[in-house]
């Protein structure tokens, strides 16, 4: 099997997320498909096979992250539609059938992709006892962000809590079925984005994951309404970084990004 490794919403190799991922024929059975991606040790690894002509999607796509699959990830599959469209293996717009529905990923003439995600339900709940000591830093206000992403999403103070924060990830891990998004607004937005943010993921492996795509289907919404524009830009202020482009209409939510291939080689087990 070929696999590559793609860094997502990135523009230069070495930043952004690092994906896995390998175009196959048909998906081997799901332990399989779980080693190879605990072997690659990214926060994800995307599998995708070719689907019949005439259908509602082109594609079939999984994500398994080190320790379990899961029902959306934005980063890798920006990293499989930019594999897809640098091979040659697909042209155009791309649809990919996923456990979250048909999910659209369009390249654009600036070399960036836009993905057409739904945009995440957020309920506005009471902060959990024990979840500000766990993240280290007083939640301002706490939403959750509904099934398919799993996370709360967490307000703090400003741009330099996010920065600083460490949280107790054990403790962190009994307060969402994924994890925290801990976001806050930009300092300055003359610096190219408007809110900031950083994503810990210790119920699915995931210390802290480098650039999240599916966060952003609730960060969107969640800075739409404070800021009073649907087209903003986000930076996750992990030690790797990167921009998501966000584009926020009604039950859905364009994510735009950059890819970068630094890796090319072959799965010989």
């Known amino acids: 099997m070929r696999i590559r490794i793609v860094d997502a919403f990135t523009d230069r190799p070495f930043a952004g997320n690092p994906a896995g991922v390998l175009l196959l024929d048909a998906f081997p059975d799901d332990d399989r498909l779980q080693r190879v ?15 019949p002509a005439g ?17 959306m990830c934005g980063h890798a599959t920006l990293a499989t539609a930019h594999v897809l469209h640098t091979t ?5 717009p791309v649809r990919f059938a996923t456990r979250s529905g048909v999910l659209t990923a369009t390249p654009r003439e600036d070399g960036s992709i836009t993905l057409d995600f739904p945009t995440a339900p957020l309920t506005p709940v009471e902060a959990p ?18 099934p398919n992403i799993g996370d709360l999403l967490v ?16 403790a962190l891990a009994s307060h969402s079925e994924r994890g925290i998004i801990a976001t806050a607004r930009a300092e300055d937005p003359a610096r190219g984005y408007d809110y900031v943010s950083r994503c810990f993921f210790p119920n699915v492996g995931i210390d802290e994951d ?12 969640f800075w739409s309404e404070r800021l009073g524009r649907p087209d903003l830009t986000g930076l996750q202020a992990s030690s790797r970084s990167g921009r998501v ?24 087990a």
């Open 55 to 71: 259908g509602e999607a082109d594609w079939a796509l999984r994500w398994f992250t080190p320790a379990t699959e899961v029902a």
């Open 155 to 170: 307000e703090v103070a400003d741009e330099k809590t996010v920065r600083g924060l460490a949280p107790d990830l054990e």
């Open 129 to 146: 006892a024990g979840v500000a000591e766990a993240l280290g830093a007083e939640p301002r206000t706490v939403v959750d962000t509904g």
């Open 37 to 51: 991606a605990q072997e690659v040790n990214h926060s994800e690894t995307a599998f995708a096979h070719r689907l």
């Open 88 to 92: 040659g293996a697909h042209e155009g």
């Open 245 to 268: 482009r966000t584009e926020l209409r009604g039950g859905r939510t364009l994510l735009s990004g950059h890819a970068v291939t630094v890796i090319d080689g072959e799965l010989l």
């Open 210 to 221: 480098p650039v999240t795509g599916s966060a952003h289907t609730a960060l969107a919404p």
